[in-house]
């Protein structure tokens, strides 16, 4: 490593050093907070069925409200350091790896994700939200290239809590009964319960586009078979303009993966004997089965992986400019995929 480079990173260190130390004395006093906010939490639920019937009660309800608001608002000291960390910090040293990068903390490019079509399929159809976070884009070796980390919800029932819902619904009824006899007013007072659902990440992983060698106009789709849901095969049924199902000279490919293709002849003509190894090499390497498309001259994939990009300890202390090299080896990582992904640097080029 240069030494104008190391002398940056040493410099951003010391700053940084300063800012965890400050943040690990206010974490001691977060975590005699958030017991406090828990009971809180729960006499305040208390207290508002029994005001419910007494409300006599209201201003200490009101008072101790007020408490839990301003613990509520004071954030996790972990949290604020990783905002210096990722708004402050890293933009700067992404750019010192390579210039044309830059690196946004948290969001995604949506209009590459609707353009690779992934979303299209239906593992990811009862997708509710979409987070993205640690973006990276710029130029690999003259080629057009973004990296970001995706994570896709899902809403799934908490059995749970609508069993416990329904149980505190049928315990309040003789309250809500005894209520109505005595109140002056003739409306009702009704207990609803219902079903609780939950949001839960189904997938992440790293989502990347790049600008493809050959210039094509068409539609290939490669989705691991484990991932080629029921609703897939449907349509493969009932709507064969969706695409036809190839095989290629690769074995590994073949047994893992269902390819899609809107026309035969383009599809043999992107999927390469050489791409198809590089595919299947960059799949063993990661332990894990890429979904990738190929669409008019830009190929993209997603990567599942339980890696979290630009990672940090709040408790590790940063004695140097040392500390940014993990960070380094994530950036150079994406140079590597790239890389991993062409036997023949030609590959990137188009002629």
């Known amino acids: 490593m240069d030494k104008p480079l190391m002398s940056f990173l040493d410099e951003q260190a010391v700053y940084l050093e300063k800012e965890r130390l400050k943040y690990v004395r206010l974490s001691y006093l977060y975590k005699i907070t958030r017991p406090i906010k828990s009971?809180?939490?729960?006499?305040?639920?208390?207290?508002?069925?029994?005001?419910?019937?007494?409300?006599?009660?209201?201003?200490?309800?009101?008072?101790?409200?007020?408490?839990?608001?301003?613990?509520?608002?004071?954030?996790?000291?972990?949290?604020?350091?990783?905002?210096?960390?990722?708004?402050?910090?890293?933009?700067?040293?992404?750019?010192?790896?390579?210039?044309?990068?830059?690196?946004?903390?948290?969001?995604?490019?949506?209009?590459?994700?609707?353009?690779?079509?992934?979303?299209?399929?239906?593992?990811?159809?009862?997708?509710?939200?979409?987070?993205?976070?640690?973006?990276?884009?710029?130029?690999?070796?003259?080629?057009?290239?973004?990296?970001?980390?995706?994570?896709?919800?899902k809403e799934i029932t908490n059995y749970t809590k609508t069993t416990g819902g329904c149980l505190l619904s049928i315990l309040l009824l003789p309250v809500v009964f005894i209520k109505n006899i005595f109140d002056n007013d003739n409306s009702d007072d009704d207990i609803v319960a219902g079903v609780i659902k939950d949001e839960k990440v189904f997938f992440?992983?790293?989502?990347?586009?790049?600008?493809?060698?050959?210039?094509?106009?068409?539609?290939?789709?490669?989705?691991?078979?484990?991932?080629?849901?029921?609703?897939?095969?449907?349509?493969?049924?009932?709507?064969?303009?969706?695409?036809?199902?190839?095989?290629?000279?690769?074995p590994y490919i073949n047994e893992h993966y269902n390819i899609y293709v809107s026309d035969i002849q383009t599809g043999f003509y992107v999927l390469s004997q050489n791409l198809i190894n590089r595919i299947h090499l960059l799949s063993e390497q990661e332990n894990a089965l890429p979904i990738i498309s190929f669409i008019n001259s830009k190929m993209y994939f997603v990567i599942p992986w339980k890696k979290n990009l630009f990672d940090f300890n709040l408790t590790t202390k940063i004695e140097n400019g040392n500390y940014f090299l993990p960070y380094i080896e994530e950036i150079n990582s994406f140079e590597k995929i790239i890389k991993d992904l062409s036997l023949d640097t030609r590959i990137w080029s188009k002629v």
């Open 39 to 153: 009971i809180l939490k729960v006499v305040l639920v208390l207290m508002a069925v029994i005001n419910f019937i007494f409300p006599l009660i209201l201003p200490s309800f009101i008072g101790l409200g007020v408490i839990f608001v301003v613990l509520w608002a004071f954030n996790n000291p972990k949290d604020t350091f990783e905002f210096k960390l990722k708004e402050k910090v890293l933009p700067t040293v992404v750019k010192k790896v390579n210039d044309s990068f830059k690196y946004v903390p948290l969001g995604y490019n949506h209009k590459s994700l609707q353009d690779s079509e992934f979303l299209s399929k239906g593992f990811f159809a009862n997708t509710i939200k979409i987070q993205g976070e640690d973006y990276v884009g710029g130029k690999i070796e003259n080629i057009d290239v973004e990296f970001f980390e995706l994570k896709f919800s």
């Open 204 to 250: 992440s992983g790293l989502f990347m586009n790049a600008d493809f060698h050959k210039e094509f106009k068409g539609k290939i789709i490669m989705i691991p078979k484990k991932k080629d849901t029921l609703k897939d095969k449907i349509y493969e049924i009932f709507e064969p303009q969706i695409g036809t199902k190839i095989n290629v000279e690769n």
